[in-house]
C-alpha cells in the first residue's frame, strides 16, 4: 500500500497525494485483483493467507454465541439430559438394527451384480467440523467450519450431517473452510428423482431452507414427497445421499417446464456440527470426475489433451449409476441398459456455477442448452463411440 | 492530532464495524443489518478527506471481500469509489443538517451496491433479490447515531 502512507506525518490540513491519482490507482488494482481472481484463478495463495488472517476475528465475533450455547449447555437440567440420553439409547437401538440387515443386503448386492465380495462404503473417511458462522441471507448462504487445509479439507469437498447433502467447500484456508449450501441461489447440484430414477439439477432456491428443480418438463415423472438424492454426476458428490424431498409440483398448460420445488432435508438452522467426507477412489459410486475426461478430449478441448493416462472405458461411467442404496434401474442382464425413459431432461449439465476448476466435467456440457432434446443423456451417448469392453464392466473386481 | 492519529482511529473504528458486520445474525434481520463498514469509510472520507479515505475504503474492501464477497476485490471497488465521492464532496455533507446527510449517505450507499450489483452480473453471480437494496434505507436511517458514535470516539481519544 505505498499511496495509503503519502501524507504520513503531516499535519492534516496539508496536501496529500491527489485523490484522483489515489483513486486510479486503487480502482486499477481493485479491477486487477478481480480479473486474476476470476479468470485466472491466481490468488489462490492470497486467499488462503486472507482466510487464515481472518479466521481470528471469526472465532471472535462467534465467541458470544457459543458462549451462550455452552452455559445454556452447563446449566441444562437433570431431567432434560437423562431425556436426552433415553433418546440418544433409542435411537442407537433403532440404527443397530437397520445396520443388521445392511451387512446381508450389501453383500447380496454385489453379487446381483456380479462382483465376488460386497463394496466397501463409498465414504472413506469422515470428520467432523464445528459450524463458527452461519450466512443465511436470500444472496448468500454460507458456512464457515473449523476444519481447514491443515485437516485435509480440500477445495470441492462434500459436506453432508445427519440427515442429508449440506453443500461443498469453496474457500480453504489453514484452519477454516467455506461451505456454499446447496440452498444458495449459485449452487446446483445434479440429482436423481428416487423412485423413478429421473436426473435433473437442483438450484439453489435462494430462500433458507429450499431447492428449485427448473429442468424438468412439465410431463416429467415427479411428485410432491419424492425424494431427491445426488446422482453422482459433476464429480463433486458422490451418489445415492438425500438431497431434498419434492414439496411442490406446479404444471401450467402453457409452460413447457414444471415447476417444481423441494425442500432441503439438512438442517443448519439446529446444527452445530457438520460432517466432512473423502470418497474411496474409483468406488462406482463415487463423484465420476474420472469419466469427464475422456468427454472432454473427445470435444477437442486443448486445455485437456495431454492426458498421462488413457481415457477409461465409457463402461465406468455407466456404472456410477447402480448404487448400494438404489432400486437398480437397469436389469441384471444388460448393464449398458440406458437410463429408464429418454425425458430425463438434461442430465449432461450439471452446473455448478460456484465451482467450475473442481468440476472440468462441465465444460463442455455447458454449450447444450438444458432442457433441450437435442441434450441426450450422457451415457447412452458416450457409449456407441467408445471401444467396447472386452470384459462386461461390472464382472471387473474393483480397487 | 496527526494523520497518524487519525489512521490509528480510522484503524479500530473499522475493526468494530467489521465485527458488528460479520455478527451472526438471524435471516430476518441480517437482511435490514446496515452496512456498518461501509458507514465508517463514509464517515470518515467526509471528516478526515486528507486522511487517507480512499485507502482505508480500498483495504475494508478487501477485508469485506475475505469475508463475503463472491470475489476478491470487489467490495474494495465499491468502496473505493464511495469514498473517493464521498472526499470530493466533504464540504457539501458536512454543512448539511443530520436529516440532509442522511439522505446524501443513502445516494452514497446506492451507489455502492449499484457497483456491487454490477460487478456480480459480469461476474456471473446473478443474485437479483430485491432485498439486497433494503440495507441502504436502514444505513441511511442510522448514519445519525453512527455519525455520532464515531464523532465521539474521536473526541475521547484525541
Known amino acids: 500500500m505505498a499511496a495509503f502512507g503519502t501524507a504520513a506525518g503531516r499535519p492534516l490540513q496539508g496536501r496529500g497525494g491527489s485523490p484522483g491519482f489515489r483513486f486510479t490507482v486503487y480502482s486499477v488494482l481493485s479491477v486487477v485483483i478481480m480479473y486474476l481472481d476470476q479468470r485466472a484463478h491466481y490468488l489462490e495463495r492470497v486467499r488462503y493467507v486472507l482466510q487464515a488472517s481472518a479466521y481470528p476475528i471469526q472465532l471472535a465475533v462467534n465467541s458470544p454465541p457459543s458462549a451462550w450455547r455452552w452455559l445454556k449447555e452447563s446449566f441444562e437440567t437433570r431431567e432434560a439430559l437423562r431425556a436426552e440420553n433415553a ?12 445396520a443388521m440387515r445392511y451387512d446381508a443386503l450389501a453383500h447380496e448386492n454385489g453379487e446381483l451384480r456380479g462382483l465376488r465380495e460386497a463394496l466397501p462404503p463409498v465414504a472413506e473417511r469422515w470428520l467432523a467440523a464445528e459450524i463458527i458462522n452461519i450466512q443465511q441471507s436470500s444472496l448468500r448462504q454460507r458456512l464457515l467450519i473449523d476444519r481447514g487445509a491443515t485437516n485435509g479439507v480440500f477445495k470441492g469437498q462434500a459436506v453432508l450431517d445427519d440427515r442429508g447433502l449440506i453443500g461443498q467447500t469453496t474457500h480453504v484456508g489453514p484452519w477454516s473452510a467455506e461451505v456454499i449450501l446447496i440452498t444458495d441461489p449459485e449452487h446446483a447440484v445434479p440429482v436423481r428423482v428416487e423412485r423413478t430414477g429421473l436426473r435433473t439439477i437442483a438450484v439453489g432456491g435462494g430462500d433458507v431452507s429450499s431447492l ?102 465409457a463402461a465406468s461411467r455407466v456404472e456410477t449409476a447402480p448404487p448400494h442404496a438404489a432400486p437398480a434401474p437397469a436389469p441384471a442382464t444388460t448393464p449398458r441398459a440406458a437410463p429408464p425413459a429418454p425425458r430425463s431432461t438434461a442430465p449432461t449439465a450439471p452446473v455448478p456455477t460456484t465451482a467450475p476448476t473442481t468440476t472440468p466435467a462441465q465444460t463442455p456440457a455447458d454449450s447444450t442448452v438444458p432442457g433441450s432434446d437435442a441434450a441426450p443423456p450422457k451415457a447412452p451417448d458416450d457409449a456407441p463411440t467408445e471401444p467396447p469392453p472386452t470384459v462386461p464392466p461390472r464382472s471387473r473386481p474393483l480397487p | 492530532m496527526t494523520a497518524t492519529q487519525v489512521r490509528l482511529r480510522m484503524a479500530l473504528t473499522a475493526l468494530f464495524a467489521l465485527v458488528f458486520t460479520v455478527l451472526p445474525l438471524p435471516v430476518w434481520l441480517d437482511v435490514l443489518r446496515p452496512a456498518f463498514l461501509v458507514l465508517t469509510v463514509l464517515y470518515w472520507s467526509i471528516n478526515a478527506p486528507r486522511a487517507g479515505g480512499i485507502g482505508l475504503g ?10 463475503q464477497g463472491p470475489v476478491l476485490g470487489e467490495h474494495a471497488l465499491a468502496l473505493a469509489i464511495i469514498a473517493y465521492i464521498a472526499g470530493r464532496e466533504h464540504q457539501r455533507v458536512r454543512s448539511k443538517p443530520a436529516f440532509q446527510q442522511s439522505l446524501l ?4 450507499l ?33 448514519w445519525p447515531p453512527v455519525a455520532a458514535v464515531l464523532s465521539y470516539s474521536e473526541g475521547r481519544l484525541t
Open chain 1, 87 to 98: 433418546r440418544l439409547h433409542q435411537q442407537q437401538r433403532d440404527l443397530e438394527l437397520l
Open chain 2, 105 to 108: 449517505v443513502f445516494l452514497g
Open chain 1, 212 to 313: 428449485a428443480l427448473p429442468y424438468l418438463p412439465a410431463n416429467a415423472d415427479v411428485k410432491s414427497g419424492d425424494l431427491l438424492v445426488t446422482s453422482g454426476l459433476g464429480g463433486v458428490f458422490p451418489e445415492g445421499y438425500p438431497v431434498a424431498r419434492v414439496s411442490e409440483v406446479h404444471r401450467d398448460a402453457i409452460q413447457p417446464l414444471a415447476q417444481v420445488r423441494a425442500a432441503a432435508l439438512s438442517h443448519i438452522d439446529s446444527e452445530t456440527e457438520v460432517m466432512l467426507v473423502w470418497f474411496r477412489e474409483g468406488h462406482p459410486a463415487a463423484p465420476a470426475s474420472g469419466a469427464s475426461n475422456a468427454a472432454e478430449v473427445r470435444s477437442g478441448n486443448p486445455a485437456m489433451q495431454p492426458l498421462t493416462v488413457p481415457p477409461r472405458p
Open chain 2, 58 to 67: 480500498f483495504a475494508c474492501g478487501l477485508v469485506l471481500d475475505v469475508f
Open chain 2, 110 to 142: 446506492l451507489i455502492y451496491e449499484c457497483v456491487l450489483f454490477a460487478i456480480d452480473g459480469w461476474t456471473g453471480h446473478p443474485v437479483t433479490s430485491p432485498l439486497r437494496w433494503l440495507h441502504c434505507l436502514t444505513g441511511a436511517l442510522v
